[in-house]
């Protein structure tokens, strides 16, 4: 994430993919990494699926299931082993699904490298500050605030305490009027 100010997209010679998400996703995402960037990019695999995605080359680069590195201490050392490797991109599937996604943070904390996000359709863009549109897009999208809930639901937010708040005085005024009749 250090390279959030750097709009220089690095050589792609060690790159750190984490399936996080359909791995129909990488199936042919990772044969095109090969073509257009030559047959000698390494290509780590970072993934809780069993066997590995089409086009894989595992002679050119690892697979870390994340079922070997279990708990908090699991998670540094498989952060210091691929940081030790000097991946030069990271790439993560962000297709709004929760899988695996406390490994997505950690790498994404825990590496030096460019850092591009793999949506659902098989687009993707660099972190970087200059697609700071995109980015806020992409965020209001997965919170559910993109198109009319953009307006919507945050007003639906600030107004729903002051909702709950006026039913639960009706409601104990109602029955203060019931014990006091009673009385």
Same mark, same amino acid.
């Given at each position: 994430?250090? #390279? ?9 010679? $060690?790159?750190?993919? @984490? ?10 995402? !990772? ?9 000698? !990019?390494? !290509?780590? #695999?970072?993934? /809780? ?19 070997? &590195? ?5 998670? *540094?050392? #498989? ?5 030790? *490797? ?7 599937? /962000?297709?709004? %699904?929760?899988?695996?996604? $406390? ?5 994404? @904390?825990?590496?030096?490298?460019? %850092? ?12 970087? &500050?200059?697609?700071? *549109? ?39 005024? #109602?029955?203060?009027? $019931?014990? %006091?009749?009673?009385?």
């Amino acid at each position: 994430m250090d #390279l959030f100010f750097s709009r220089r997209i690095t050589n792609l010679t $060690k790159v750190v993919l @984490v399936e996080s998400g359909p791995r129909s996703l990488f199936d042919g995402f !990772i044969g095109d990494l090969y073509e257009l960037h030559g047959q000698d !990019i390494q !290509i780590d #695999l970072v993934t /809780c699926y069993t066997g590995h995605p089409q086009g894989f080359r595992p002679q050119n680069g690892a697979i870390y299931r994340v079922q070997d &590195y279990r708990g908090w201490g699991g998670a *540094k050392t #498989l952060a210091r082993l691929i940081r030790s *490797k000097g991946p030069s991109v990271l790439g993560i599937i /962000c297709a709004g %699904v929760p899988v695996m996604s $406390k490994w997505k943070w950690l790498l994404l @904390v825990a590496l030096r490298a460019k %850092v591009f996000v793999m949506n659902e359709n098989g687009d993707y863009f660099w972190i970087d &500050y200059s697609n700071w *549109k995109v980015i806020l897009h992409f965020m209001a999208f997965r919170a559910g605030m993109a198109g009319d809930n953009g307006v919507w639901l945050p007003l639906r937010m600030l107004v729903f305490p002051f909702g709950l708040a006026y039913f639960a005085a009706y409601a104990a005024w #109602l029955h203060t009027r $019931k014990w %006091v009749r009673n009385i």
